[in-house]
């Protein structure tokens, strides 16, 4: 048994989470998941929506994990190989398989997808937090897409849970309003937990926080995607 099947996902996972651009994966990865948008106040109509804007570089770094070495992190990613030296109390999350039962009310969750040029987007994963975040995040300063290096991608609807209602439907509060998530069987839902350093191992995927000179600030913490 892989180490992802312990934690509660099938082998697939990796499959269906990882960036299309690495994995050759279509535009339907996430056709199981419908996003509504609820007017929840007066009759007037919804403001003509304007072009989609690609986000315009990371804040974060991810790379793939090749060694563990006391406190530090061999890497390697786009930025190249590197040894990354995390800090002593460096908070850490790790995503892991979810289901709706995890999805409880006042929980920061985020919809993350990949926008285009005709106001459209490639949805990837609901993700839940469990632990400490910042307002608008789900895991620290992490919105949960961070960690699969896929740049355009985004959180398309954030909020904390409503509520879960029959059919699969979840009810985020948005500050806009509620928005409504048609979640079936097989989606990919994630929850980002606190968990600690030593839960890391060669062959996760990471990603670390940039400072405001543009280099690694991995004090912030880092999000961890187990690997297989």
Do not use: C, K
């Not at 994966?25 to 509504?36: F, N, T």
């Not at 793939?64 to 930025?79: H, K, Y």
Request: glycine content about 16%; cysteine-free; overall charge negative.
């Amino acid at each position: 048994m892989t180490r992802r099947e312990a934690l509660g996902g099938g082998p697939g996972w990796r499959q269906v989470l990882a960036p299309a651009a690495a994995l050759g994966l279509g535009g339907a990865v996430l056709v199981a998941i419908v996003v509504v948008a609820r007017n929840t106040g007066g009759s007037s109509p919804p403001p003509e929506p304007g072009a989609m804007v690609m986000p315009v570089g990371a804040a974060y770094a991810a790379f793939t994990i090749e060694r563990v070495e006391g406190a530090n992190l061999a890497v390697a990613g786009s930025d190249g190989a590197r040894l990354v030296a995390i800090p002593p109390a460096t908070p850490v999350w790790l995503l892991e398989p979810a289901t709706l039962g995890d999805a409880l009310a006042g929980l920061p969750v985020a919809v993350i997808g990949v926008p285009n040029e005709v106001r459209n987007a490639t949805l990837r994963a609901v993700v839940i937090g469990v632990g400490g975040a910042t307002p608008g995040f789900v895991a620290g300063p992490f919105a949960g897409h961070e960690v699969w290096g896929e740049a355009n991608a985004l959180p398309l609807v954030s909020g904390t849970v409503s509520r879960v209602e029959e059919g699969g439907r979840l009810v985020i509060l948005t500050a806009a309003g509620e928005a409504e998530v048609w979640v079936s069987a097989g989606a990919p839902l994630l929850v980002a937990r606190e968990g600690s350093f030593d839960e890391v191992q060669p062959g996760d995927r990471v990603a670390v926080p940039r400072g405001a000179d543009g280099g690694l600030d991995p004090s912030r913490g880092i999000l961890v995607w187990p690997g297989d």
